[in-house]
């Protein structure tokens, strides 16, 4: 009973996570040079049962020493990943960490993989990371509460890719995300922060919260998702997409150098600017999936570009389901290419009600999209679909 009421709890969390979380001519013109183009001989197709969520709010491909690819999803918010087999896609295992008891983690929410028997979880809400192994055993349990000097931690940060902001780890140390404080203005908030494994010294790091809107408005006018924010790293930078800002953020690891640029989608003539709220809950849902507003940040170490989602501003049909179309990637999307330097070099513009745009994985042929769609006429409920897109030059 206890593990259902959590269950239910974090259901509800995850929708609160879900809904919370001036057009650049100049650029566009010197970029048309790449796109997105479908291989339609790559396509993956998982077969899934009727106990595994068809939605996953962490999705993410892991290779072993051996070279084994496999892709892992998290079954809906349950407390169990799943490893399929990338080249032939069946499932091959589980792991199931415990909820309760002296080996238990509680219900977890995103993951990261260092290898099968060194799995990272992070916990809604909470500021603790759980090292388990495959079977499921909590091998090491590492809070932080609090900084060194005694300041608290806002804790918001979940290794998931439907907000993209994957567990970072470098030189032992973890580096996590945190929420706006409230005690501080926005642009005195620090975004992130780090773990020394070793020490056990926790520290924030010198980047705030850009002015994305002013103190007074987010009080007013907030929706939830206007300070949500994806945080990725090309193995030399750290690099954050905030939803609400046209500009992307690049930081020196000690985040002691943050550069900025404009990445702009031609489709977008001006983001969404928070005037009102609305007081009814479907009007707001319908509000959230119409809204121009951007979206994960994507890094392809293979192609050494970058990815960013951007939601043109559309309109909705009435009495919709804006929930379920809002958790399966809203109506329309694009996804802007930048090369290595954030110039951008191409834009695609997706067909509408067909892809899940916050549902991707990148490998060596592409990047992959989840063609499941809520509202695609060719939906299946027990098959994860994923179409390989390449890189090409026009």
């Given amino acids: 009973m206890n593990s259902e009421k959590t269950k239910l709890s974090i259901w509800f969390f995850i929708c609160i996570f879900i809904v919370s979380c001036n057009k650049n001519k100049d650029n566009h013109e010197l970029s048309d040079e790449y796109s997105l183009v479908k291989n339609t001989e790559k396509t993956h197709v998982f077969k899934i049962g009727n106990d595994v969520h068809y939605l996953t709010i962490s999705l993410f491909p892991f290779k072993d020493a ?25 499932l091959l295992f589980k792991v199931t960490p415990t909820i309760e008891g002296p080996n ?15 799995i990272y979880l992070t916990v809604p809400g909470r500021p603790v990371l759980f090292q388990i192994n ?33 567990l970072i780890i470098i030189n032992n140390n973890f580096y996590f995300t945190q929420m706006r404080n409230h005690s501080l203005t926005l642009t005195a908030s620090p975004v992130s922060g780090y773990i020394d494994t070793l020490t056990h010294s926790v520290n924030v790091l010198p ?39 046209e500009y992307i953020y690049s930081t020196s ?4 150098i943050v550069d900025k640029k404009r990445v702009n989608s031609r489709y977008m003539n001006k ?10 809950i479907q009007s707001g ?3 959230l999936c119409e809204i121009a507003i951007y979206g994960n940040l994507i890094y392809d170490q293979y192609r050494q570009v970058y990815y960013r989602v951007a939601y043109p501003e559309t309109e909705m049909e009435e009495d919709a389901d804006y929930l379920e179309i ?7 999307f694009s996804i802007i290419i930048l090369d290595k330097n954030m110039n951008i070099i191409g834009e695609t513009l997706f067909p509408e009600y067909t892809y899940i745009s916050n549902a991707v994985f990148v490998d060596e042929d592409g990047l992959h999209i989840r063609t499941n769609h809520q509202k695609n006429p060719d939906f299946q409920e027990n098959l994860f679909i994923f179409d390989c897109f390449e890189l090409s030059k026009k």
């Fill in 104 to 118: 238990g983690v509680g219900m977890f929410l995103g993951y990261h993989i260092e290898d099968i028997d060194k």
């Fill in 285 to 287: 849902l319908k509000k």
């Fill in 253 to 256: 690891i000690n985040h002691e």
């Fill in 66 to 90: 051996g070279g084994n690819k496999y892709l892992t999803f998290q079954n809906g918010v349950s407390n169990e990943i799943l490893f399929y087999n990338m080249e032939n896609p069946n």
């Fill in 271 to 280: 983001l969404y600017k928070p005037q009102t709220r609305p007081e009814e």
């Fill in 326 to 332: 809002y958790r399966t990637g809203r109506k329309k």
């Fill in 207 to 245: 980047f705030y919260f850009p002015p994305i809107m002013n103190d007074q408005d987010i009080a007013k006018y907030t929706m939830g998702n206007e300070l949500c924010f994806s945080r990725i790293f090309d193995g030399n930078k750290f690099i954050y997409s905030f939803f609400l800002d």
């Fill in 134 to 166: 495959k079977n499921g055993d909590i091998l090491q349990k590492i809070e932080y509460e609090k900084t060194d000097n005694d300041k608290p931690i806002i804790p918001f940060f979940l290794s998931t890719s439907d907000v993209y902001s994957p």
